[in-house]
């Protein structure tokens, strides 16, 4: 039990860390489509290797991501349709074309519908590699790795991603590429969506991914302070997630995610300028006049 909840704890950290930039960024729904998306790549890049470990079916799930990305912001910048709708489009498209080539030429390949949309982490250290002679799970090695990375980049691109986040056009201005700096920060979403979701499920990486950063906004508009906040949350949210699942014998990930939206509400309403506060505030106003 230790094991399943350090795979998802790193996953935890590895996807909010990433998920900070993207609600600042309002990019929180395009993990949802690229989330499902990577499945055609991983589904591409099986049938060209045959091998569900091989290191091409991350690279096939990448540059689908980069591709659903762009599609979104080719139909967005078209003006014919908002971000949302086009999001909307291009998720269900190369979703679809995703789930007809696993149910037609997959269908004796451990690429189940279900399993990738709920994930069953209970299951992830099972698979094992030995690492200086200590056998750990495979997906806790993997995110690990993809964690490294992804707090090396924050760290080498703190500053561009703080400028792009809250003022791109000043960040253009000052000579800053605001596109590279988004396909990297995309790139990286890409990879460790398809690294997550083998464990956990593409429901609990989209939770992971948007929940925790946006419990953290509602609190601090402060980045470093959100980035911090982010993590405890995220953190947080896996230890009682797992903890609830795993005693009342339900999905662990579904536990995870609910644990979220209700820490999320908990903020919500009762932080210093949740709902709760206003309401009192406004009806202590309306009695004085």
């Known amino acids: 039990m230790i094991e399943v909840f350090a795979v998802l704890l790193v996953t ?39 091998d ?5 079916l991350i690279i096939g799930a990448a540059v689908i991501g980069l591709i659903t990305v762009y599609l979104i912001e080719l139909v967005t910048s078209s003006g014919m349709m908002k971000q949302d709708a086009a999001v909307g489009i291009v998720f269900t498209a190369l979703f679809a074309g995703a789930v007809i080539l696993v149910s037609r030429y997959a269908d004796d390949v451990h690429l189940d519908i279900d399993v990738v949309l709920m994930g069953q ?29 992804n707090i090396l980049f924050i760290l080498m691109f703190y500053k561009e991603l703080k400028v792009t986040s809250f003022d791109p056009v000043y960040a253009a201005a000052a000579g800053i590429s605001t596109t590279l700096i988004y396909y990297l920060l995309m790139t990286l979403v890409s990879v460790t969506a398809v690294t997550a979701f083998d ?15 946006i419990t953290a906004y509602l609190v601090t508009k402060r980045l470093s302070h959100m980035i911090w906040l982010t993590l405890l949350t995220a953190a947080f949210n896996s230890l009682a997630g797992c903890t609830f699942g795993y005693f009342t014998d ?26 709760i506060r206003k309401t009192l505030k406004s009806r202590r106003m309306l009695r004085k006049i």
């Open 250 to 275: 339900i999905s662990i990930s579904g536990s995870v995610a609910s644990v979220s939206l209700l820490t999320f509400l908990a903020v919500f309403f009762c932080n210093k300028n949740g709902w």
């Open 12 to 50: 935890a950290l590895a996807t909010s860390l990433l998920g900070v930039f993207l609600v600042l960024k309002g990019q929180a729904m395009t993990t949802d489509a690229i989330s499902h998306t990577i499945l055609l790549g991983i589904v591409l890049a099986f049938f060209i290797t045959a």
């Open 121 to 149: 982490v209970l299951f992830a250290p099972l698979n094992r590699v030995d690492i200086l002679g200590v056998s750990l799970p495979y997906a806790l090695v993997q995110l690990t790795v993809i964690l490294i990375i």
């Open 199 to 213: 464990a956990v499920g593409s429901i609990l990486v989209i939770s992971f991914f948007v929940t925790p950063a």
């Open 52 to 56: 569900l470990r091989s290191p091409l």
